[in-house]
């Protein structure tokens, strides 16, 4: 007889994996008796009323059959107890991460092959079926394989998972994201009351004693450490304070250390946060996953508060340094310019100024003085050409010549223009007498000579000869 709530061993109730469709075929002669007294059943639990319901047994049957259809499945998780009675093993499956579990049993061979291979505490795989006890409605897991998880096997899921991880690019160097030089505020994801929080806070203190942490105190290790891990990340990745963050953890066992901070949803969540993160995991040989998506990695806790921030005295000390440097550059800089100055105000030009004015002064006046001598020359020059002129035009005029001694004898035009005593009018025109042939007998005449005028009248002409 089985234990009460749960199913029973197949080899003595002939029930259990592989007679779902006996139980089934057992409903549905319940059910076909219930049908003659109630007058029929609803066929399936839709077609179910408050006026035509399902017995419980008969749904306790119907619910058996179909969770019997579940072919048998592989499941992983955290074996929490392991009882043997009457041959039979009594077992308690928890998830590795979540709050679930699960009652399983194995029955006896199944039991006999697993006894001292597995033990509470052991990460285990396990190819179960569902089966449902149909007097309380219990469900349970029916085991036919188990094993445990070895080292290997996970240090192996760990190496396929940074193959994925890796082609996918989260490891890609570009997407390192570099520390700042002096953060304001360090936020520092470490186990609570740790050694490695202790080193950590110890010797970055040490080197700059004004440095400030955030600090979130997780589990490091076990099924719950990579969920606290991403919440504390993520609520550290939100806080605008914090610079820089820091994941640590001291050493340990390899599936302690390399194992919880391997998890891909620890791995994502650090290459999506937008704060920079430092991975401070175990000592220098432990490499888990985070080493290689974080963005620095630390050797050892001790060493990432190197990595964090500076040493205080060696800053101060080159500080001190530059400024004497940069006050011998200004000195030296002031000097040469002090120098150059002193040769500037050494050069004539500078020591007696008003030399320059002088001497432009003396340019001018001696250029006013050419320009004027210039100017000078030029109109005694214009002065003597116009003289020239003027006694050219008088030596060629009509009274230069008679001035010589020479006259200038005109004849009236027109005789009809006479009055009667044969004087001409003053409105008559007159012209010179070029051909003493043309001129009649008493013609009157007028003779200009160098100093006014005379009138005659011609008595008569001579030829050339004078006759």
Do not use: C
């Not at 963050?245 to 919880?260: D, K, N, Q, S």
């Not at 250029?367 to 100017?375: D, E, F, K, Q």
């Not at 003597?384 to 006259?407: C, F, I, K």
């Amino acid at each position: 007889m089985a234990e009460a709530g749960t199913p029973e061993d197949p080899q003595e109730s002939g029930t259990g994996p592989g007679t779902g469709a006996g139980a089934e075929s057992g409903a549905g002669s319940d059910a076909g008796s219930r049908t003659g007294s109630a007058g029929g059943l609803a066929g399936s639990s839709v077609e179910t009323t408050a006026e035509n319901p399902w017995p419980l047994s008969h749904f306790s049957g119907k619910l058996k059959a179909h969770i019997e259809r579940v072919p048998p499945t592989w499941v992983e998780g955290e074996l929490v107890e392991f009882t043997v009675r009457r041959g039979n093993a009594w077992m308690t499956l928890r998830d590795l991460e979540q709050e679930v579990s699960f009652t399983a049993v194995a029955w006896r061979q199944t039991a006999s092959a697993i006894d001292g291979l597995v033990s509470p505490g052991s990460r285990v795989v396990a190819q179960v079926r569902p089966n449902l006890y149909e007097k309380s409605g219990r469900l349970s897991l029916v085991t036919q394989q188990m094993r445990p998880v070895g080292l290997g096997d996970l240090l192996a899921r760990v190496e396929q998972l940074k193959k994925q991880l890796a082609a996918e690019g989260l490891f890609a160097p570009e997407r390192k994201k570099p520390l700042p030089v002096l953060p304001g505020r360090i936020g520092l994801i470490t186990g609570r009351a740790s050694d490695a929080m202790k080193d950590i806070l110890r010797n970055t203190h040490a080197r700059w004693a004004a440095a400030e942490f955030e600090i979130r105190e997780v589990a490091v290790q076990g099924p719950s450490a990579p969920t606290e891990v991403v919440e504390a990340l993520a609520e550290l990745d939100a806080d605008e304070r914090v610079d820089v963050i820091v994941i640590a953890r001291g050493g340990g066992a390899l599936e302690e250390v390399v194992l919880p901070f391997s998890d891909e949803r620890m791995i994502r969540a650090v290459s999506r946060a937008q704060t920079p993160v430092v991975s401070a995991i175990g000592h220098e040989a432990d490499r888990p996953l985070l080493d290689e998506v974080a963005d620095v990695r630390a050797s050892t806790p001790t060493g990432a508060a190197k990595l964090l921030v500076v040493e205080e005295t060696q800053e101060r000390e080159a500080i001190t340094q530059a400024r004497a440097r940069m006050s011998a550059g200004v000195e030296r800089l002031i000097g040469r310019e002090q120098q150059w100055l002193e040769t500037i105000r050494s050069r004539p030009v500078m020591a007696r100024p008003e030399t320059m004015v002088t001497v432009r002064a003396e340019e001018l006046t001696g250029l006013r003085r050419r320009a004027l001598v210039s100017m000078e020359a030029r109109l005694d020059r214009g002065r003597d050409w116009v003289e020239a002129a003027r006694a050219r035009v008088t030596a060629l005029s009509p009274q230069s010549t008679l001035d010589r001694g020479y006259a200038v004898v005109q004849q009236h035009s027109d005789s009809d223009a006479l009055d009667e005593q044969g004087t001409p009018s003053a409105r008559a025109g007159w012209e010179i007498v070029r051909d003493a042939s043309r001129v009649p007998a008493g013609a009157p005449l007028r003779v200009m000579v160098a100093d006014g005028e005379l009138t005659a009248r011609a008595l008569r002409s001579l030829d050339a000869d004078g006759r």
